[in-house]
């Protein structure tokens, strides 16, 4: 009976020893198989003798932000780069925000803006504006902060939009005059351009002869537009013409002195 007790009780053990010497080596397995990818991988060496497992310690940017860092022991953390910070060859670095200005500095003839970006995604802008007619408010790159600055305008010129540019009028010229004979008239033609940088509102054109004198509605013309208006003399009259662009000036324009035109034999 002990004999069979002592039989039971080694073959138990025996069958025991087997089945966690099974468990050992396929845990054994598992983990070469495992270890053998991860070098495949290029992430870390292994040495399989003993078991034994070290890694290249290393810090590598998975992007902008995130850092992942291996330890000899292969253990691998990943956080992110703290709010101002992005991941530069494996380290948090605090990096600057960026200030920009697209009329580079103090420029008060060009509209510009100033567009401060800050490294936690948030940006702020200034863009260049008028204090009166003839005062820019500047905007510029102090450091990477917003600064301002007024600035007088050129002698000569005025504000618009955040610039000095020169002053915008429009400019009423008389282009071109002709004249055509019909049976019982003769009728002038005027051509009115606008050769100014404003557009032109509606005006007043006087053509007169030597006898009598006319005046006609012009309507708006735009910056580089032009008009032709006619007017017949009925019966039909000999002599000069005089032809006046906005009579009588009602219009502020850029040249005064190119509104007439004036031919003393313009009639025959
Ligand atoms: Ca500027
Ligand atoms: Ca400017
Ligand atoms: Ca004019």
Do not use: H
Not at 129 to 147: A, K, R
Not at 238 to 253: K, S, W
């Amino acid at each position: 009976m002990e004999k069979k007790i002592l039989f039971i009780t080694i073959a138990s053990i025996f069958v025991l020893a087997l089945v966690v010497g099974a468990f050992s080596f396929k845990s054994a397995n598992a983990v070469r198989s495992a270890n053998i990818m991860d070098r495949r991988s290029g992430g870390f060496m292994c040495r399989f003798s003993p078991d034994f497992c070290t890694c290249n310690p290393s810090r590598v940017c998975v992007d902008s932000n995130t850092v992942r860092t291996t330890t000899q022991q292969c253990v691998v953390n990943t956080y992110d780069c703290a709010a101002g910070q992005l991941c530069q060859a494996g380290n948090c670095v605090q990096v600057n925000d960026i200030c920009t200005d697209s009329d580079n500095g103090l420029n008060p003839n060009v509209t510009g803006i100033v567009t401060i970006n800050y490294t936690n995604g948030t940006n702020i802008a200034g863009s260049d504006s008028c204090i009166g007619s003839n005062q820019v408010l500047e905007y510029y790159c102090s450091g990477n902060n917003l600064g301002t600055v007024i600035i007088n305008c050129p002698m000569g010129k005025v504000c618009s939009n955040g610039a000095c540019i020169e002053p915008i009028f429009s400019d009423l010229r008389i282009s071109n005059v002709w004249l055509v004979n019909y049976p019982n008239n003769k009728s002038v033609f005027v051509n009115v351009t606008n050769i100014g940088n404003a557009n032109a509102p509606a005006s007043t054109l006087a053509v007169n002869s030597s006898t009598i004198g006319f005046t006609r509605s012009v309507p708006s013309i735009l910056v580089g537009g032009s008009r032709i208006v006619s007017v017949g003399f009925s019966p039909s009259t000999t002599g000069l013409v005089f032809v006046m662009a906005d009579y009588p000036m009602a219009i502020m324009e850029s040249n005064e002195n190119n509104n007439i035109y004036f031919n003393s034999t313009f009639f025959g």
